[in-house]
């Protein structure tokens, strides 16, 4: 390359960055690196992804990794920290596909959700957003794929996580999502100041300002409707479609595509996207081209149920219940007939406004669409981790993986309910993030 572009001077910066900080921490880059701290964590049972569920099991973590899984106490080195979690039955942290982290709003304000969201700076908006990233993490979801925010607060919200600034899950990152000109992000409401292309050259350009500015991922809306608009009319062609999934995937980048319709998921299916997000009504060919290309489906049934319960202080007009109700009810018999055909799912909660912490209500769903508890667990483990390209660190515990974990009380993979409603503690990157083992009422 002649010039460097954005693209490195981001990494470059992040490099030095990274760099003068590990000179900071040791005194010199040169010397070797502080030895880490052991633990032993104890649980009574672990399901651990990869297909065994451990009767007292202990996970010895080294820094941020799992270093050894064991069934014996035995296994314990000198000197680690033990924790001792032997009521619970621990899972791997959990991984929520899409939520808009940036977008938090306080329920206790008198204006109604949706303006708070256009109204806050953006600094205001990041600052106010460390509430939801806890309240997720409090869910047990350790790491999220954030689809959708406006002038890169997702990508500083991403950082300052990951330097300890900030507590909340592990960020991979979209920038602005791709649309087309006149798909107003909410009518009346000022549309993103990015994102905007039509036509294959400005789709081409859009993508590669996303990765430019530091995205892990890209995310496409090739159909109308969102909050309470359900109407599903396509937006993109497929030369837009294919265009956008060639050029993150040139990068090495996943693609998220947005369809609330069938036209539109059509479209993303065949052009070779790697998620397909909310899509209800998706016709027969489409679904088994899915099956057969190993589509990750993230149908996000549960945010519906969401915006029915809130929708006065999210400051919808009265009148869509129906159009949603009626939404959420095909949305649900999809993803039936997607299970059915051997479609892989991932979950995603489009968490937003104040449903954060319900991130894994997702999971409910799947269960009434179909899948065994197991099923499920494995579409917020394994699955989203490898919709994120990262099956060898992350949705499992096992050697060399992130230790994230979540414990729970009770039985997980006979009542999914458990997973929803008893997370007791959850460790993210070897350091505990929530623990509620001593405010049990018994
Ligand atoms: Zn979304």
């Given amino acids: 390359m002649k010039r460097p572009g954005p693209f490195f001077r981001v990494f470059l910066s992040t490099f030095t960055l990274a760099t003068l900080l590990s000179m900071l ?54 000197g680690a920290e033990v924790i001792d979690l032997s009521k619970y039955t621990a899972l791997p942290g959990l991984i929520d596909v899409h939520t808009h982290m940036t977008m938090y709003t306080e329920e206790t304000m008198s204006e109604p959700m949706l303006k708070q969201l256009t109204a806050n700076p953006p600094a205001v908006e990041v600052f106010l957003a460390r509430k939801g990233a806890m309240r997720t993490l409090e869910a047990g979801v350790t790491t999220v794929r954030d689809l959708g925010a406006d002038q890169y607060m997702d990508i500083a919200m991403r950082d300052l996580i990951n330097r300890g600034e900030m507590i909340g899950p592990r960020m991979f990152v979209c920038g602005y999502g791709l649309y087309i000109t006149n798909t107003p992000y909410k009518l009346g409401l000022n549309p993103p100041a990015g994102g905007i292309a039509d036509g294959v050259p400005e789709v081409l350009k859009v993508v590669r300002q996303q990765i430019a500015a530091g995205a892990d991922v890209i995310k496409m809306y090739a159909s109308t409707g969102t909050d309470d608009d359900v109407t599903g009319f396509q937006t993109y062609n497929f030369e837009e479609i294919k265009a956008a999934v060639d050029a993150a995937h040139k990068f090495g980048k996943k693609i998220a595509i947005h369809s609330y319709g069938p036209d539109g998921a059509r479209d993303a299916v065949r052009a070779g996207t790697d998620s397909l997000e909310h899509a209800t009504d998706i016709d027969d060919a489409t679904i088994a081209e899915m099956a057969k290309r190993g589509t990750f489906y993230v149908p996000t049934i549960d945010h519906n149920r969401y915006y029915l319960d809130n929708w006065q202080k999210i400051g919808y007009a009265n009148g869509f219940q129906e159009k949603t109700k009626a939404f959420l009810s095909r949305n649900l018999e999809t993803a039936r007939k997607a299970h059915k055909a051997g479609v892989r799912f991932a979950m995603g909660s489009d968490v937003i406004y104040t449903m954060f912490g319900e991130n894994t209500r997702e999971l409910g769903w799947f269960v009434k669409a179909g899948m065994t508890p197991e099923q499920a667990l494995h579409t917020a483990t394994t699955n989203a981790a490898e919709l994120l390209g990262k099956e060898k660190e992350l949705g499992a515990v096992a050697p060399g993986f992130f230790a994230d974990f979540v414990a729970v009380e009770g039985d997980p993979l006979s009542d999914i309910n458990v997973v929803l409603k008893n997370v007791r503690w959850v460790m993210k990157a070897g350091g505990v993030v929530v623990d509620k083992t001593q405010l049990q009422p018994h």
């Fill in 25 to 78: 921490s040791t005194g010199s880059a040169q010397e070797k690196p502080p030895s880490k701290t052991i633990k032993a964590v104890r649980f009574g049972k672990l399901w651990d992804a990869k297909g065994k569920l451990w009767t007292n099991a202990t996970v010895i973590v080294e820094g941020e990794r799992i270093k050894a899984v064991a069934s014996d106490a035995a296994a314990i080195p000198a």
